[in-house]
């Protein structure tokens, strides 16, 4: 009873129990009462004595008079001894013949009747005798990460005595030596760790919206509104929760196709929080909606494979549940918006180092993507179990007169031509880096063309005042060109491009400098543009232009 005498001595008897506690609150959390703060149920095999125990703290800044108090093991109750416990101290219960051999470790409560405490879970509470209810775990066996310790000698331990409440996410195993840390901080102690709820899943069923959040929120999530935000409407909704899922449902219809905005607001844990994730009641999809339109399947060293998607409907796509080959694009609503592209693949950063033109608003990053050959193979696109489209490809459909075709992805030229169609996925341009990940393909426009030609931007190139520009359109496959500026004399300045491959439509710009990087002066120039292609059509181009400084 050491340790009663000097607490009774240095807490001037200040009760906390029943009181308001002015301006002594944390910015998010801190108990006047007691909390559950380690949990040793299955001892055996570990350092510490061999026997169950549980460890009180008093995170206020005051004594506090424990016989105010009960302790709940599931359905049974102990009451606790007249005893105070002082302000940041903590005070180890166990059976009453344990007690003992624990008292080393700490202040020591025995309890008459202390029950075996199950390994698999059970309910710990904190009673207090006016207010109820103060704190209370229910703790499982699965709240361990390591098997090992699952298997005993091991403590539970709480992370931050200043968060409110006890999901699992508020807990850990102790990785203290001695397999727990009776009488004293705790381990895993991290004063700012505070859980966040979030939401991991949306399921929509008819009218009825299902999410399952990342943390069982029976008693621990208040929700004071709910609703689909679009635009200047909203609709509440009602709301029901079961264990980590939460029911909503609108009070008033909604429409098809609308991207909503879904926002609760509430209190999880004595904390505010708001939950936002968008929501659409997709309307029916048919065959190739989306499409395949873009595969690089054989990439340089260190690049990553990458299949680019798009949504050539007049509706938003939700893109929840979708797979490419097997691989889930995402557990979660993501929209792609009418004439949009998404690009998949496994390094978005790496991807966007390749080919520095990429627009990856949209992109996808999975783990991995499809085996995808890097001579022939399949790519196929679901929606659930819908197969919206199907491309087989092989390193034939690139353009012939490629020297590597490493980094060279296929892309589509029509979207609303067939899939297989021979012909309708071609090399990208190499002056367009080689792939247009996220953007309109280099190869896009070929039917739209009724001659080969070349004109200029401008027939005077004023170059302090505006980009000056090529501009070529060919009706011709497998393009490949070569051009050149030349000054009034016939003589070369500058070579613009060597021998590559490009779409049907393009330009190529010019700075004005010669092969050297120097400044040319103000005069007449030509500009030449020879394309030709693997079946042996060559055309060549000039157009005179003056240069101005």
């Known amino acids: 009873m050491k340790w009663l005498i000097t607490i009774l001595l240095s807490c001037n008897l200040c009760f906390l129990v029943g009181c308001k506690m002015e301006n002594a609150l944390t910015e998010y959390y801190t108990s006047r009462h007691p909390i559950i703060n380690e949990v040793?149920?299955?001892?055996?095999?570990?350092?510490?004595?061999?026997?169950?125990?549980?460890?009180?703290?008093?995170?206020?800044?005051?004594?506090?008079?424990?016989?105010?108090?009960?302790?709940?093991?599931?359905?049974?109750?102990?009451a606790m001894p007249?005893?105070?416990?002082?302000?940041?101290?903590?005070?180890?219960?166990?059976?009453?013949s344990d007690a003992h051999r624990l008292e080393p470790y700490g202040n020591t409560i025995g309890l008459q009747g202390w029950p075996s405490m199950s390994n698999a879970g059970g309910r710990l509470c904190l009673s207090h005798d006016e207010l109820g209810s103060v704190d209370e775990i229910?703790?499982?066996s699965s709240w361990f990460d390591s098997a090992e310790k699952r298997r005993g000698g091991w403590s539970l331990e709480r992370i931050n005595p200043l968060f409110g409440c006890n999901p699992k996410h508020a807990w850990a195993e102790s990785v203290d030596d001695q397999?727990?840390?009776?009488?004293?901080?705790?381990?895993?102690?991290n004063a700012e760790r505070k859980p966040k709820l979030e939401i991991k899943d949306v399921q929509l069923e008819d009218e009825l919206i299902r999410l399952t959040l990342n943390i069982d929120i029976e008693g621990m999530l208040t929700i004071n509104q709910a609703s689909l935000n679009y635009g200047d409407e909203t609709i509440t909704l009602s709301t029901d929760a079961d264990g980590n899922m939460l029911l909503l449902k609108p009070n008033t219809s909604v429409s098809s196709g609308v991207p909503y905005q879904l926002v609760i607001q509430g209190a999880f844990c004595d904390q505010s929080v708001e939950l936002t994730t968008p929501i659409l009641w997709q309307s029916r999809l048919l065959f190739n909606d989306v499409v395949i339109n873009e595969i690089l399947f054989n990439p340089k060293s260190d690049v990553p494979r990458f299949v680019e998607i798009y949504n050539r409907s007049d509706q938003i796509v939700n893109l929840q549940g979708w797979r490419l080959g097997n691989r889930l694009l995402t557990f979660n609503p993501l929209f792609l918006r009418p004439k949009s592209y998404s690009v998949i693949t496994t390094d978005i950063e790496k991807l966007s180092a390749a080919y520095p033109s990429a627009m990856m608003e949209n992109a996808i990053e999975l783990k991995s993507l499809p085996s995808y050959n890097s001579k022939q193979g399949i790519v196929t696109l679901y929606n659930g179990e819908q197969l919206m489209d199907s491309l087989y490809y092989n390193e034939s459909m690139h353009q012939p007169l490629l020297r590597d075709e490493r980094g060279i992805s296929l892309e589509r030229k029509s979207p609303d031509k067939s899939t297989n169609e021979i012909g309708n996925f071609h090399s990208a341009s190499t002056f367009s880096e080689g792939a247009t990940p996220g953007y309109e393909n280099s190869q896009l426009r070929a039917g739209t063309i009724t001659e080969n030609r070349m004109f200029l931007s401008s027939r005077t190139?004023?170059?302090?005042?505006?980009?000056?520009?090529?501009?070529?359109?060919?009706i011709e496959e497998n393009a490949m060109l070569n051009v050149r500026i030349y000054d009034d004399k016939g003589r070369v300045v500058r070579h613009l491009l060597r021998n590559q491959s490009v779409g049907h439509v393009g330009k190529i710009g010019w700075d004005g400098k010669n092969d050297k990087e120097q400044n040319v002066k103000s005069g007449i120039y030509i500009a030449w543009l020879e394309?030709?292609?693997h079946l042996g059509t060559r055309k060549v181009f000039k157009e005179n232009f003056a240069l101005r400084r």
């Open 40 to 78: 040793m149920t299955n001892p055996a095999g570990g350092k510490l004595p061999s026997h169950e125990w549980v460890e009180l703290y008093n995170p206020s800044d005051v004594a506090i008079q424990l016989s105010d108090y009960t302790f709940y093991y599931n359905n049974r109750s102990f």
């Open 82 to 96: 007249d005893l105070f416990l002082p302000a940041k101290q903590y005070v180890i219960i166990s059976s009453a």
């Open 138 to 140: 229910a703790y499982k």
């Open 179 to 189: 397999g727990g840390t009776p009488g004293k901080q705790n381990s895993v102690h």
């Open 461 to 474: 190139y004023h170059v302090d005042r505006s980009p000056w520009f090529i501009h070529y359109d060919f």
């Open 531 to 533: 394309m030709y292609n």
